[in-house]
């Protein structure tokens, strides 16, 4: 059955550090969305790609993050720097185009702590 | 921002006992799913209802729609150990594509 895959599963990093995480949505998905977890509450969407573009990123603090999706199938979150209130869960999922009807396949996360 | 917030925020039911999760809502939507996550995993798509519907079943699962009331609720029968999870209603509102989490129902279901 397909997946999403994202990598890496785990990262510990210094505040002040960069990090990169990366996203392989289900082939065919043109529809992908990184979100952000923070224990205890519910996903929070950073970036949503249809294709290659941006659909929507309202919530991505565009000082320090960064998401790209470059031949619009895997896909690059980035925090530089990274602060100690960036810990949580990063999730990636992706559905089929007209997504408002579409069930979204979230892949396993990567858990982020800044020290 | 949370569009949706479920209650309880934390549930715990012997097995075999129904678990009933409630998820309100703020402005008019297409549609709303349910999702279920497992600890420290993804979420896992379970169910979609269309703001036309009322109601909709699939296997153990029934969800209800109310939008004169915004609010939508989760029905698990016969509950298993192995549906211990959290809970979290998503809506897409009318017009947009972007679905906005609720804050989840930690449910605990012991054998």
């Known amino acids: 059955e397909a997946e999403v895959a994202q990598s890496p599963r785990y990262k510990i990093t210094e505040k002040s550090q960069a990090v990169a995480f990366w996203c392989d949505p289900i082939s065919g998905h043109a529809t992908l969305y990184w979100y952000r977890q923070i224990l205890g509450q519910g996903p929070e969407l950073l970036v949503q790609f249809q294709d290659e573009s941006v659909v929507d990123d309202s919530q991505l603090p565009k000082d320090r993050f960064s998401a790209e999706r470059l031949k619009g199938v895997d896909s690059t979150l980035k925090i530089q720097p990274a602060e100690l209130g960036d810990s949580a869960m990063y999730l990636c999922?992706?559905?089929?185009?007209?997504?408002?009807?579409?069930?979204?396949?979230f892949g396993p996360g990567t858990r982020l702590t800044v020290l | 921002s949370q569009q949706g917030e479920e209650d309880p925020q934390a549930l715990s039911i012997q097995e075999g006992e129904n678990a009933t999760m409630n998820c309100s809502y703020k402005t008019s939507i297409n549609n709303l799913q349910w999702y279920r996550q497992n600890s420290g995993r993804g979420l896992v798509h379970l169910i979609l209802i269309r703001s036309n519907e009322r109601e909709k079943h699939s296997g153990r699962l029934r969800v209800t729609l109310d939008t004169s009331k915004k609010s939508s609720s989760l029905l698990i029968t016969a509950s298993r150990a192995a549906d211990t999870a959290s809970y979290f209603c998503a809506t897409a509102s009318s017009g947009t594509y972007k679905y906005i989490f609720g804050t989840g129902t930690r449910l605990k279901v012991l054998a």
């Open positions: 999922a992706s559905s089929l185009p007209g997504a408002s009807y579409n069930e979204q396949f």
